[in-house]
Structures are given as structure tokens and as C-alpha cells.
Antibody, heavy 120, light 107 residues
Framework: QLQLQESGPGLLKPSETLSLTCTVS??????????WGWIRQPPGKGLEWIGS???????YYSPSLKSRVTISVDTSKNQFSLKLSSVTAADTAVYFC????????????WGQGTLVTVSS | DIQMTQSPSSVSASVGDRVTITCRAS??????LAWYQQKPGKAPKLLIYSASSLQSGVPSRFSGSGSGTDFTLTISSLQPEDFATYYC?????????FGQGTKVEIK
């Protein structure tokens, strides 16, 4: 059974860089079939797609976050990562990592999510 | 970007009721639509992909239909474990976008 687990700091100060890692177990991340993505959810609000990576290279980012986001893959560790620079309170959210199956269309496996709070 | 609009924002229903949620895309997305269920404090769960394909392990009381710009998620007979928030997501193009969610509450 595929499992995804997010990890990283839960509290950041404004202007810092958010760094999260998603560790994949029960399957290989080095698979041309799937995309790997990040989604966030501010407290009490809806889901926002942040970005996705495919085939260890091609990346796709939300236009509203593109200038601050980097997604990368480490196949040796079976992990993929998210970096979001210059965070503000508006970036406070639960961050989910997920696999995109169905040719990268839908998110079929999700991590449990990790709350990141930005506060001075 | 393709905007996704769900209606209603919330619905009150009883166990055994038939519930229908609609999702409209701001432009045509063929059948590239997914539906998710999310319970408080949990990650979303994929229910339906490609507008009408039931994800493995999802009960058959869930069904999806539609193509182009208009889509529906139907729960044929609401069960206690179905009280949750439901989201649609377009999968036609990047950036991927979600609807704002529909909360299904106990009447």
C-alpha cells in the first residue's frame, strides 16, 4: 500500500523559507506513470493546488505562487520536496503531498498533511 | 486559469436521502474532473475520476456524471459516514483548480 508522509518545520517567521519533504513508501517515486504534487488548505478554507513534478524534471506551478515555489525530487531517498520562499501569514495552512495518478489528472494517494504556521 | 464553481455551498440531508452536488467549469474540460471527500482533520479522499469512474474501494452509492462544463456528484442513499465536505477538481490543464467545497450536514 502506497503511503506518503510530510515532514518539516511547523512554525516559521515572516520572510523565511518553508521547506517540506514528502517521503513515499510502498512504491517507487521513480516511475514515469505518475506526477507528484503539493496542495495546501488554510484553516477553515478550501484546497489550493501549489504545484507538481513529473519524471524528475518537469514542474508545474500555480501562477499565484510561481515566483516563490520550487518542487524537486530525490529519487535516491524516494522523496520529493517543496520550498516556498518569503512566507507571510497568508501561507499558514495544512500542506498535503499527493500522488497524481490517471496520467497526472487526479490525486489518488495523499499524505496526512502537516500544519505550517507563519507568525512573528 | 479554469474556475470551478460548486453548488450548493452546503446541504442539510438525512440518512437515506439522495444528495446531488453540482460543479461548473468556466470553460470546457471534457471529462477531466475528479471528486473528493474530506472529513475534518483528514486528507481528501478520491471518490471519482474522469467525471464518472469510481475509484477502487469507493461505495457504489457514489456516482459522477457530466462533461464539458457541467458535472454532478450523486450520493444515492446518504449514510452516516458520508457527512463531510466534497470538492471537485478540474484535471484538464495546469494549473489544477478545485471548487470551493460543498459541506454535507446532518438534517
Amino acid at each position: 500500500q502506497l503511503q506518503l508522509q510530510e515532514s518539516g518545520p511547523g512554525l516559521l517567521k515572516p520572510s523565511e523559507t518553508l521547506s517540506l519533504t514528502c517521503t513515499v513508501s510502498g512504491g517507487s517515486i521513480n516511475n514515469n506513470t505518475y506526477y507528484w504534487g503539493w496542495i495546501r488548505q488554510p484553516p477553515g478554507k478550501g484546497l489550493e493546488w501549489i504545484g507538481s513534478i513529473y519524471n524528475s524534471g518537469s514542474t508545474y506551478y500555480s501562477p499565484s505562487l510561481k515566483s516563490r515555489v520550487t518542487i524537486s525530487v530525490d529519487t535516491s531517498k524516494n522523496q520529493f520536496s517543496l520550498k516556498l520562499s518569503s512566507v507571510t501569514a497568508a501561507d499558514t495552512a495544512v500542506y498535503f503531498c499527493a500522488r497524481q495518478g490517471d496520467g497526472g489528472k487526479s490525486f489518488d494517494y495523499w499524505g496526512q498533511g502537516t500544519l505550517v504556521t507563519v507568525s512573528s | 486559469d479554469i474556475q470551478m464553481t460548486q453548488s450548493p455551498s452546503s446541504v442539510s440531508a438525512s440518512v437515506g436521502d439522495r444528495v446531488t452536488i453540482t460543479c461548473r467549469a468556466s470553460q470546457g474540460i471534457s471529462s477531466w474532473l475528479a471528486w473528493y471527500q474530506q472529513k475534518p482533520g483528514k486528507a481528501p479522499k478520491l471518490l471519482i475520476y474522469s467525471a464518472s469512474s469510481l475509484q477502487s474501494g469507493v461505495p457504489s452509492r457514489f456516482s459522477g456524471s457530466g462533461s464539458g462544463t457541467d458535472f454532478t456528484l450523486t450520493i444515492s442513499s446518504l449514510q452516516p459516514e458520508d457527512f463531510a465536505t466534497y470538492y471537485c477538481q478540474q484535471a484538464n490543464s495546469f494549473p489544477r483548480t478545485f471548487g470551493q467545497g460543498t459541506k454535507v450536514e446532518i438534517k
